[in-house]
C-alpha cells in the first residue's frame, strides 16, 4: 500500500526539491539559476519588493551571503562554501515549501535602497510613495513638485504605517519635519520602533497606537501619506499564499476595498495644515475611487511601475 503523500494545511502536496549533489553547484550563479527553475517549477507569486523569480533568487542569495544585491555582478562567478551552499539550498526549499514571502524568511527587505527589518507581524512594504516622494516632493522649481521645498516642511503623518518605512524615507527627505505614524497594529508599532531606532531617528519619528486619527488629538500636518488597506472581498478570497501569510488587517478594506480610505479622506482636512495634502495609495481601486469621490479634484500620480494607484489631493481641494 503506498504511503501517503504529506499535504498542507490548504491540501495541496508538500513540494520537494530533488537532491543536489555534491559540486554540482559552485558559483552564486550557478545558485541563482537553481533557484529561479525552482521557483518557476513551484508557481510561486512575487509581489514583495520583487517581482519575478531572478530578481528574488539574487535577493535570497545575497542576503543569505550577507552581501547587498546591487553587489551580485560583482560576485557573480565566485565560489560559494560547501557550508553557504547547505544554507541558500535550505533558505531555497523554505521558499518554495511555506510560500512565506522571502523578506519573512531572511527578515529584511530594501526601499529606496535602505534596509528594513520586517517579519510576520508587518505587510512587506512595496509601497509606491517611497518613489513619489522623489520624484514628486523635490522642490527647486522641477516640474511636476507638488511641495516647493522639502526643507520648509515641518510636520510629516504616516498612517497605517507598518514597519515605519514610509514615516523613515519621509524623515530623510524631509529633514526639518517631525514625523508621526500611526497603527493600530501593537506589533506592527514593535517592528516599527525596532526599524525608527536602527535608522538613528527616534528624536524625529513618534509611534502612535490607534485607529487613524485618533490617537492624535487636534495635530495638524504639512503632509500626510498613507499606504491603508485597500484589498476589496473578491481580492482577499484570491490572495495568493504568500500574501496570506501576511497580516490580513493590513490588506481588508472592506467589501469594496474602501472602507479605510473613505475614513481617510472624510477626516484629513482636520488635520492638514493650509497649505498641506495627502498622498494616498489605493492600488488598483482608481475607478472605484473616482465614482466615490467625483467632486474631489483627485491628481494620479504614476510611478516606474504602476499608473494611477496613488492620489495627491491638496488640503484647499478637500474642504
Known amino acids: 500500500m503506498a504511503r501517503a503523500s504529506k499535504k498542507t494545511a490548504r491540501g495541496r502536496a508538500t513540494p520537494k526539491l530533488a537532491k543536489v549533489g555534491r559540486g554540482e553547484l559552485i558559483t552564486l550563479i550557478d545558485f541563482v539559476r537553481y533557484a529561479v527553475s525552482r521557483f518557476v517549477e513551484a508557481?510561486?507569486?512575487?509581489?514583495?519588493?520583487?517581482?519575478?523569480p531572478v530578481a528574488e533568487a539574487v535577493f535570497l542569495v545575497c542576503e543569505?551571503?550577507?552581501?547587498?544585491?546591487?553587489?551580485?555582478?560583482v560576485f557573480a562567478n565566485t565560489r560559494v562554501t560547501s557550508a553557504e551552499g547547505k544554507a541558500l539550498l535550505d533558505l531555497i526549499q523554505k521558499r518554495v515549501t511555506t510560500r512565506k514571502p522571502a523578506a519573512y524568511l531572511v527578515n529584511k527587505i530594501y526601499m529606496r535602497g535602505l534596509p528594513f527589518y520586517v517579519d510576520e507581524r508587518v505587510i512587506v512594504p512595496r509601497s509606491f510613495i517611497g518613489e513619489l516622494l522623489d520624484s514628486h516632493f523635490g522642490g527647486d522649481g522641477e516640474v511636476g513638485s507638488l511641495i516647493d521645498d522639502p526643507t520648509a516642511v515641518e510636520s510629516v503623518l504616516d498612517l497605517c504605517t507598518g514597519s515605519g518605512c514610509l514615516a523613515i524615507l519621509a524623515a530623510h527627505h524631509f529633514p526639518n519635519a517631525a514625523v508621526d505614524a500611526v497603527d493600530i497594529s501593537k506589533g506592527a508599532l514593535e517592528v516599527a520602533a525596532r526599524n525608527v531606532g536602527e535608522h538613528g531617528l527616534d528624536e524625529r519619528i513618534t509611534l502612535h497606537r490607534g485607529d487613524l486619527f485618533a490617537p492624535?488629538?487636534?495635530?495638524?500636518?504639512?503632509?500626510?501619506?498613507?499606504?491603508?488597506?485597500?484589498?476589496?472581498?473578491?481580492?482577499?478570497?484570491?490572495?495568493?499564499?504568500?500574501?496570506?501569510?501576511e497580516p490580513k488587517l493590513a490588506f481588508d478594506g472592506g467589501a469594496d476595498g474602501l472602507d479605510v480610505v473613505r475614513r481617510i479622506l472624510r477626516d484629513a482636512l482636520d488635520h492638514l495644515t493650509p497649505d498641506g495634502g495627502l498622498l494616498c495609495e489605493i492600488g488598483r481601486g482608481r475607478e472605484l475611487v473616482d465614482e466615490a469621490f467625483?467632486?474631489?479634484?483627485?491628481?494620479?500620480?504614476?510611478?516606474?511601475?504602476?499608473?494611477?494607484?496613488?492620489f495627491w489631493i491638496a488640503a484647499a481641494d478637500l474642504g
Open 64 to 73: 543569505a551571503l550577507h552581501l547587498h544585491p546591487e553587489q551580485f555582478e
Open 43 to 52: 508557481k510561486l507569486a512575487f509581489a514583495h519588493g520583487t517581482t519575478d
Open 294 to 310: 467625483p467632486e474631489l479634484p483627485l491628481l494620479w500620480l504614476d510611478t516606474e511601475a504602476s499608473e494611477g494607484e496613488v
Open 216 to 245: 492624535l488629538g487636534t495635530n495638524k500636518y504639512d503632509l500626510i501619506i498613507t499606504n491603508p488597506p485597500y484589498v476589496d472581498a473578491d481580492g482577499m478570497a484570491a490572495l495568493p499564499p504568500e500574501c496570506r501569510a
